[in-house]
């Protein structure tokens, strides 16, 4: 029987010595937000690339592709050495009570892997007067310091979900952690993950055909899974960790 002293994390438990092998690698970690863009283009990795699942959360699992999945699994990419964390089904991230991925970037950074991407969109209207670029890029002072990208992402901007917990963990950990922003039009915008998908492959060293459409996972055979396809944040009169925030699943025992 394992000791909890051979463990490390508290809500993705993995083994220390499984950890430590995970320091060479480097994490990809996209959820539903605007845009759908961390969802979209990491789901188009996911189905496209040949990968094995070493981590899980949730209360029901399934066979997919030969690999064991939950609502959130935590997959590995040996040729590329990167380590992608994705919800299977498009919960947003407002849903979920922000001790969750307090909780989550918690443990993953425990991994000290050798950089982290967090994957996500931005409004159009929020881009500099007189940009042409696609993205915002948001980096830690340590990814800054290793890998040179500077912030680019505007003042007075607020972030929430797992972009705000890496980055406020990352920088006080010194990690190197980037958040990689799309700029979109739209609640869904595959174009901006596509866009997203791109430089994902060209910043991680990813060898990924470049695609003209994304590839998706159909996840309606989930309890849940057909309720809604809706992105919407929580009703402002709403308490977060009502268990019908996420239609399907009991959040009661996140944390």
Same mark, same amino acid.
């Given at each position: ?137 948001? #980096?830690?002072? @340590?990814?800054? &310091?290793? =890998? ?5 992402? %505007?003042? +007075? *901007? ?50 990924? #055909?470049?695609? @003209?459409?994304? &590839?998706? =996972? ?5 309890? %849940?899974? +057909? *309720? ?28």
């Amino acid at each position: 029987m394992l000791e909890s002293s051979e463990l490390v994390g508290t809500l993705i438990r993995l083994k220390k010595s499984q950890v430590e092998i995970f320091e060479d690698y480097q994490m990809l970690v996209g959820f539903s937000g605007f845009g759908n863009v961390g969802y979209l283009s990491l789901t188009h990795l996911v189905e496209s690339l040949d990968l094995s699942t070493v981590a899980f959360w949730g209360n029901s699992s399934w066979y997919h592709r030969g690999n064991i999945e939950s609502v959130l699994t935590i997959y590995k990419h040996e040729p590329s050495k990167t380590i992608i964390v994705l919800t299977r089904l498009p919960i947003h991230v407002s849903t979920v009570p922000q001790r969750f991925w307090d909780q989550l970037a918690s443990d993953l950074l425990l991994w000290n892997c050798s950089k982290y991407i967090i994957v996500g969109g931005l409004r159009e209207d929020t881009r500099r007067l007189g940009s042409t670029s696609w993205a915002a890029f948001v #980096p830690t002072p @340590s990814w800054t &310091e290793h =890998f040179g990208d500077e912030r680019t992402f %505007g003042d +007075q *901007l607020a972030m929430i979900g797992p972009l705000s917990s890496f980055l406020l963990r990352g920088t006080a950990l010194q990690l190197p952690v980037l958040g990689l922003l799309a700029y979109c039009n739209y609640e869904e915008d595959p174009e901006a993950a596509l866009f997203a998908v791109r430089e994902i492959t060209k910043l991680c060293g990813i060898d990924l #055909p470049s695609a @003209s459409h994304l &590839e998706r =996972f159909e996840y309606s055979f989930i309890p %849940g899974g +057909q *309720l809604t396809t809706e992105f919407e944040a929580a009703d402002e009169d709403s308490d977060i960790d009502d268990d019908d925030d996420v239609p399907g699943y009991d959040l009661s025992d996140l944390i």
